[in-house]
């Protein structure tokens, strides 16, 4: 029998500052064999009385006939003014896996935040209480996650194969902002804001520390943080009804995202998220010869190039109208050099924080002096033949600046950033002041075989992935001072 893998610690240290990362995760098939139910989902809920009953009926009905494992159903309370938590309150007396959690402020974050932190459940999920996802895609979101395959499971309504029926300014404003996502933040999942996601519940308790936001940014926050420390996000086309009596302000919505957006990309250059430790603590890392990971950085660096090259081009032209071509040459590329490096530190390399930012720069204005021999050499040589025109000069700066990319990228990849690419075989950076350690508490045994057979028509994964997977380790809870009341059942 394999020995069980005892979960990543999370070590306590000040009581303001999230936790030190002790590596490191090992996930596999989740123990269905347990007395803690293995699905624990979540309905925030804020003056709901009037559909809280159906929706809890509703899907406790649909988990009772088609999840095949323990579940519990937990109801968070934000801070509601009506009678939303007694009647909560009432419907979980009568069914045993429903639980209500009361909090004293309101905000769909903090109530997600608090409930999963206290859970023991391997698999956490949560959906609106007006049900708009079809609860047929409930297996296929989860099943992943049970089966080890992914990380974070989320059902979106912009996949090709989704169904939606909501208003154009609803539709209008989901893709802009997911396009916003895509290019500030670079991120890869398709539909940050559908209320219907999941996570494994050993993965939430290391990077719940590390996410700020208490209202609906908290999705957004969630997801980004998941992607940059190389998790795997599995997404599932979701049959989605718009609820025409939604209360949500969609324009107060919209700028708070927005402000969000600023924030976690303030945090990720200065450093507040230690990426580089979750990555190497919570991350799938790359498998030998992965051609995913090059790809993806050519096509980010390509961007950030075109970018520095019409930046480029247009500094060139200005100071061309006074200066000679050599000094604005060098103007128009030491003005984009530090950009295109600090852009390409963190949107292609996946590089934040001020570790090595000094070092890094210096090494790119070694990498810009390259870029400058060659273009230099290019004007150098379309003068030596005669009395170009402008578009001459022009021409022979972008061709040299071309090559000058080319070289550029690979020197950033392996020699500047060569440590900050990501590798499961990196070290965690140390921690300067360990705190003691309790010791974790016992883990369950390793997954039944049995665990292929429960998972049929509920993954899409192989079999022989299930199987072949290392066992995971229950989550630990992470304490918070949040006023909390529980009505148990």
């Known amino acids: 029998m394999t020995a069980p893998i005892s979960a990543p610690l999370l070590v306590a240290g000040a009581a303001t500052d999230p936790p ?22 979540t309905i925030p809920v804020y003056n709901e009385e009037k559909d809280i009953e159906a929706a809890l009926r509703r899907l406790h009905r649909h988990l009772t006939d ?8 937990t109801v968070a309370d934000n801070a509601s003014t009506d009678d939303t938590l007694p009647v909560a309150e009432r419907v979980a007396r009568e069914l045993p896996e429903v639980r209500v959690v009361h909090l004293d402020e309101k905000g769909r974050g903090r109530a997600l935040r608090r409930v999963w932190s206290d859970s023991p459940s391997p698999v ?15 297996g296929p979101l989860v ?5 080890g395959h992914s990380d974070v499971a989320i059902g979106t309504r912009l996949a090709r194969g989704s169904r939606v029926v909501r208003g154009a300014k609803r539709e ?40 700020e936001d208490n209202a609906w940014f908290f999705d957004t926050e969630l997801l980004v943080l998941a992607e940059r420390s190389g998790l795997r996000i599995a997404e599932v086309p979701v049959d989605w009804t718009d609820d025409p009596d ?79 071509p050599q000094a604005a040459n060098l103007i128009a ?54 009395s170009p025109g402008r578009g001459v000069e022009v021409a022979a700066v972008v061709g040299a600046n071309l090559l000058a990319t080319l070289v550029r990228f690979l020197l950033f990849r392996l020699w500047v950033f060569r440590s900050g690419t990501p590798s499961s075989s ?59 009341k529980e009505s148990h059942r």
């Open 172 to 211: 209008f404003i989901s893709r802009s902002y997911n396009l916003l996502l895509r290019s500030s933040l670079g991120a890869r999942f398709s539909d940050a804001q559908c209320g219907f996601k999941a996570i494994r519940g050993d993965v939430a308790q290391m990077l719940l520390p590390y996410t």
């Open 333 to 386: 590329l030491l003005t984009t050099a530090v950009g295109n490096t600090a852009a390409n530190r963190l949107f292609t390399f996946g590089v934040s924080g001020s570790a090595g930012a000094l070092k890094h720069h210096a090494q790119g204005l070694i990498v810009f002096a390259i870029g400058l021999a060659l273009t230099s050499g290019a004007l150098a040589a379309v003068h030596g033949s005669g």
């Open 426 to 484: 990196r070290a965690a950076a140390p921690v300067t002041a360990p705190v003691p350690v309790p010791a974790p508490a016992p883990v369950p045994p390793p997954v039944a075989p049995g665990l292929t057979d429960a998972l049929v028509g509920l993954t899409p994964a192989p079999a022989s992935s299930v199987l072949t997977s290392t066992p995971s380790s229950a989550p630990s809870s992470a304490p918070s001072s949040a006023p909390l």
């Open 246 to 324: 939604s209360t949500v302000d969609i324009v107060r919505t919209a700028v708070d995202d927005v402000k969000g957006i600023v924030r976690i990309s303030r945090d990720l250059v200065r450093g507040r998220i230690p990426v580089d430790q979750l990555r190497t603590a919570v991350g799938r890392g790359t498998i030998p010869g992965q051609t995913s990971a090059l790809f993806t950085q050519v096509v980010r660096f390509g961007l950030v190039g075109v970018g520095s090259t019409l930046a480029y081009l247009a500094i060139f032209v200005l100071f061309r109208l006074w200066a000679d």
């Open 124 to 138: 956490l999920a949560y959906m609106d209480v007006d049900l708009s996802t079809d609860l047929a895609a409930l």
């Open 143 to 147: 099943a992943p996650l049970i089966s």
């Open 66 to 73: 088609h999840f095949p494992h323990p579940f519990a159903i």
């Open 20 to 41: 030190t990362i002790a590596p490191r995760l090992q996930r596999g098939p989740v123990d269905t064999t347990g007395p803690v139910p293995v699905l624990d989902v």
